[in-house]
């Protein structure tokens, strides 16, 4: 499974891969982003507000998402993130280390 | 468009700083946004609205937290944190206009004239003089050691001063040709250096060449010439091929062998407000040169590397006694002296600049204290609300950050409004300052805004310390319980008094010495110099021995020249001398008929002028007795000499002079005495008036001085007229120039400038001190009217009258400011006698001085504690009852 420390929370390099990842499909907002992220999951992962805005402004700093405000699907006011160049290199990065890490602890795992 | 990582982030961080209140926004805009879809999640959910709003919440946790967190990160953290301060800090400052504003008037004196002053202290005493290696630079000169008198050096003598603990020595000697080449002919200023003078300064020309050995063992042989590089392109363009050409001085052709850097100076330059435009090979006539007895030159001389000032002094002081005993004639009484050449020059400028820096230093301290002062009523004011800050858990150490950070931005500002007032500080020290103070180089440069910002951060940090110890010792339950018995407050408030005591002493010590410099000044100023001084010009005229052998021709030179500026218009009367009053001296040793009030023996002279006819209606000397000059007094006719009254008191007291006779010496002719005239101050208001003679200019052979100096009086435009003379000169010798046309009274001027300067620059600044001084005591009294306002509406209600509460508020203050006199007082005493040598007529302790500055200091004190005091008297006792 997933990172995550004693609370259940995910940890944030990982939380930050995941937004990435849901952001390539399409620009959203962080409404939207947490829904996916719980969807996708199964609804196994929750992602906590207080982790969710921070860990975007840390993005959009960091030039790996873009933000714009635009109008949300229910006509209001919401501000959209999308994902950069960089944010698209970084994303493959990160997609690539997981796949090799997960795949080697499934068969640490598997090992009877 | 994507921009490098560092640079992106940078622009996200300034634009979180810049646009702090749309960032809010955004942020805020972006949680409610997420807010309300959760809550229409609910809602789609079936939860009631209310329900569905109440589950949002709970999920959604404190927006404000991560708000918060992001805003953090989008900022500049810790330097941001700071940017707050400083913004909190300007608010409350913009909050309490009157103590800004005082607070950066007094910044801004105190450091602007501490800046102004720093930069004239760089160059007259930090700055190493503009040679290499200037610490082994020493000057050296002669003194008589009876009279302890400090005088030139006998070149012949310098052989002898060449001490092993010397590399070299040069001596030099101040000049003026007149330069008749290429355009109006002008008398330059220079040196005549002898051997090694280039080498022991270290620098020399950058262009052509230093003088060969030949060329100053030989003087006259083939004349040589160095110039300025000042003259070279005032003059001569720059011209380049001007080297190995000659150029005409004193009549003379000199060939040019080289040219000086722009940046050259000779040491008489330093400190002068003259610069030297040429350099010949000195020649002195060969009786001169050669006799030890004749002190003529300046001498510079350069240490050997590991040679010491103490080594030179002492092998010096032993050639000094050889010499005597050798010469007992010439050298019995003379002995040479050294000093390191920085500290020489410096020498002269140090009185007027310890003087500068006392006062200075005064009002800087006074400043502090006041700052001070203000800072800890204003904290004082604040306990409560700092009390209420520090309870809440705002901590200590943010409290004492924002005191030192409002100290700080005071500072800041107050350096900045500072460098304009040392900007026009510096150029009215440049136009006061005396000549050896080397002001005209100061300039507000790097160093000077260094000082300035290093002093800044001083001031904030002294004047922010008792605030802060108030803080510091905040009790914050006791603060809040009641702020009158307040434990903490009390020992600061008794600090504050005590720094009011200093201010105030510091204040008078400065007035009364202002005070002094003034009434010297007023003094000086009443004195009647005993001639015109406002509507007569005068000038001098160098002629040249080459186009003027003797005294006969420039006797005819001199009175074709008063013909022709006689008839220009507006010109009431002319005049021609050796020396006109305040433009040196010249005197003659006499031999009276019949000497009474002289010791048989004792040479006696007398200050004496060769003069013109209309000498004494030129200059407006009232004729007392006998007759002044007429055209019949010229060479052949019988000696006449016209005396002042001095001379005739102290030759024939209590005869009648007239008629009398004296000589020039035992082979002079006698002379009689045709006229008495008033007495004068020659050498201007701070001279004695001495006794003097005055010989007809026309009986050449009798007193045979060079003729010299022009003085025209006139009711008329006296511009025009001193524009109109060197043109008349021109006229009647196309080579011969003129020197600076003058007013006798800008004469005059001149020479109160040092001490017109000290008195200006002291009482300026006694009076920024008392400005200061009485805003402390307003600003004391104010607070302490303030903090007892409830006292003093019960004593009002219980049927005090309002002139009893006047006495008993000022009562206080009264006490204080008679204890800051009394010190104050007690300072001057000691300090005003360093004034001694400014002083006129007026001495040091002067108790007029001293009662005025007392007396006019305690009313203004008083005046300054009543208007608060007033107003508390004004009171309305329920209200303030209410409120306390």
Known sequence: MGKMDQDGELVQGTLDMLILRVVARGENHGFGIAQAIHLLSGEVLRVEEGSLYPALHRLELRGMLDAEWGVSENNRRARFYGLTAKGRRRLEQESESWARLSSAIARVMGTP | VSLPGPLRALGFRLRALLGRDALDRSLEQEMRFHLESLIEEGR??????????????????????????????????????????VRHAARRLRRAPGFTAVALVTLALGLGVNSALFAVLDVALLRPLPYPEPDRLVALWEIEIGRGERGTVALANLGDYSVPAFESLAASTDMSLDLTDSGEPETILGQGVGPRFFEVLGVGPVRGRAF????????????????????????????????????????????????????????????????????????????????????????????????????????????????????????????????????????AARPSLLLLVGAVGAALLIACLNLSNLLLVRSLARTRETAVRVALGAGRAQALRGILVEAGLLALVGSALGLLVAHLGLRVAVALAPAAVRAAEARLDGRVLAFSLFLAGAVALVSALLPARLVSHLRPHESLRSLERSLAAAPTLRFGRALLVAEVALSLVLLVGGGLLLRSLARLHAVDVGFETERVLATSVNLPEARYPDEHARLRFFVELERRVGALPGVAAVAFANRFPLRGGWSTGIEPDSPIGASPGEHLSADAQAVSLRYFETLGIPLRRGRTFTAADREGAAP???????????????????????????????????????????????????????????????????????????????????????????????????????????????????????????????????????????????????????????????????????????????????????????GALALTRLLGGLLFETTPTDPATFLATAAGFAAAGLLAAAVPAWRATRLDPTVTLRAG
Do not use: C
Request: no cysteine; glycine share 10%; hydrophobic share 45%.
């Open chain 2, 44 to 85: 789609r959910a079936g939860l009631s609205e209310e329900e569905a709003r109440r589950d949002a919440r709970l999920r959604f946790g404190n927006p404000l937290s991560f708000r918060e967190a992001s805003r953090e990160l989008l900022s500049f953290g810790r330097l941001e944190s700071l940017a707050m301060e």
């Open chain 2, 212 to 347: 060969l050995e030949e060329e100053l063992r030989d003087p006259g042989a083939g004349k040589v010439v160095i110039l300025s590089h000042r003259l070279f392109s005032r003059r001569f363009a720059e011209d380049p091929g001007l080297l190995g050409r000659t150029v005409r001085l004193d009549g003379e052709p000199h060939r040019v062998v080289g040219v000086l850097g722009p940046d050259f100076r000779a040491p008489r330059d330093i400190g002068a407000r003259t610069s030297s435009d040429f350099i010949v090979p000195l020649a002195l006539p060969p009786e001169i040169a050669t006799n030890r007895g004749d002190h003529e030159v300046n001498v510079v001389g350069r240490l050997r590397p590991e040679a010491s000032l103490a080594q030179a002094r002492q092998q010096l002081e032993a050639v000094g006694q050889s010499l005597a005993q050798s010469f007992p004639d010439t050298n019995g009484e003379v002995r040479p002296r050294i000093a390191l050449l920085h500290d020489d020059l410096a020498r």
């Open chain 2, 640 to 826: 006449v000499a016209v005396v002042n009254e001095a001379f005739a008191a102290r030759y024939y007291p209590g005869e009648e002079a007239l008629g009398r006779r004296f000589r020039r010496g035992r082979s002079a002719p006698w002379v009689e005495i045709v006229g008495v005239v008033a007495d004068l101050r020659r050498n201007g208001q701070a001279a004695k008036q001495e006794p003097g003679i005055y010989f007809a200019a026309a009986q050449t052979s009798l007193y045979p001085v060079h003729l010299g100096e022009l003085a025209v009086r006139s009711g008329r435009d006296l511009r025009a007229l001193a524009a109109a003379l060197p043109r008349e000169v021109l006229r009647l010798d196309p080579e011969q120039p003129m020197n600076r046309v003058l007013t006798l009274r800008e004469s005059l001027e001149r020479d109160l400038l040092p001490r017109r300067f000290a008195g200006i620059l002291l009482s300026s600044f006694a009076g920024l001190a008392l400005v200061l001084a009485l805003v402390g005591v307003y600003g004391v009294t104010s607070y302490s009217v303030s903090r007892r306002t409830g006292e003093l509406g019960l004593r009002l209600a219980l049927g005090a009258t309002p002139a009893g509460l006047l006495r008993l508020i000022l009562g206080e203050t009264s006490r204080r400011l008679a204890l800051g006199v009394a010190l104050g007082v007690a």
